[in-house]
């Protein structure tokens, strides 16, 4: 066995996350990243240095679940979203759930969660749940807390602000009770092959399947279609696809957008 398979071994092993599932490629550039910051020369000296040193598993684990996200990204999404996914979703439902698959540090739910609430200003009988979930529980824990720097909010309108998020004066800002209230996060591993839930009624995981294997992002189109309602919603990132193994699976919504619907 070669020294790089041995250390995805330990990864596996420690850091719980399955690195055959990853472009090798990625594995290997995130690897080195800690390699230098280390101070290791090469695989076999990391993997001692792994070994015994505890303290970089969490350090690692950060490095191969790259956390970059902000409230609103892809602003052009989110019109679509404000202005038909959740308004045909409120007219067909009583209540709406919502699965942020990947949600890193939670500026995607807490989006979702803020068009929600203005939703509801107009349908006060409409109940929704965002269920996030991410693999890595140091990202997770920053979520719950929802105090963000100033530069996460770039895209978010004033009004907003003023409305859903409290100022400190250290300069972040920290998500108001009744928008952290819609959002349930969870610790989960989308390789586990088990949705958070069943009869969703849209997933969004965007940015995230770009750095899996081939095999990996068609065992998780298989995924989300089950974890979906009839003609819910699946929002991929603006760089993501469907293979053409799985492409039947969804019906194109906003190509644009990269929003489909699960097909029949």
């Known amino acids: 066995m070669d020294a790089f398979t041995s250390l995805q071994r330990s990864i596996e092993r420690l850091v719980g996350i399955k690195c055959s599932s990853y472009k090798e490629d990625y594995i290997k550039r995130r690897i080195l990243s800690r390699m230098r910051l280390t101070g290791t020369a090469d695989y076999e000296a990391y993997h001692k240095y792994l070994l015994a040193n505890p303290q970089e598993i969490d350090p690692l684990r950060n490095a191969l679940t790259i956390n970059v996200t902000k409230f609103f990204r892809d602003p052009d999404v989110f019109e679509v979203m404000r202005r038909e996914v959740l308004p045909d979703l409120a007219r067909r439902r009583g209540s709406i759930r919502i699965w942020c698959a990947g949600c890193s540090t939670g500026e995607e739910p807490y989006s979702i969660a803020i068009l929600a609430h203005e939703l509801t200003a107009l349908r006060r009988d409409l109940n929704v749940t965002i269920y996030a979930t991410d693999i890595d529980a140091v990202v997770l824990q920053k979520a719950m807390t929802g105090v963000y720097d100033r530069k996460t909010l770039e895209n978010v309108d004033e009004r907003l602000i003023r409305k859903h998020f409290t100022s400190h004066d250290d300069g972040t800002f920290e998500v108001r009770p009744h928008i952290r209230d819609i959002v349930k ?18 997933v969004t995981c965007r940015n995230v399947t770009i750095y899996f294997t081939e095999k990996q992002k068609n065992e998780l189109a298989h995924l989300f279609h089950s974890a979906l309602a009839a003609d819910g919603y699946y929002i991929m990132g603006k760089t993501e696809y469907l293979a053409r193994e799985v492409e039947h699976l969804f019906a194109p919504y906003n190509v644009m957008q990269k929003i489909l619907r699960k097909a029949a």
């Open 185 to 202: 996060f969870r610790q989960h591993d989308l390789m586990s092959g088990v949705p958070i839930a069943r009869y969703l009624d849209a």
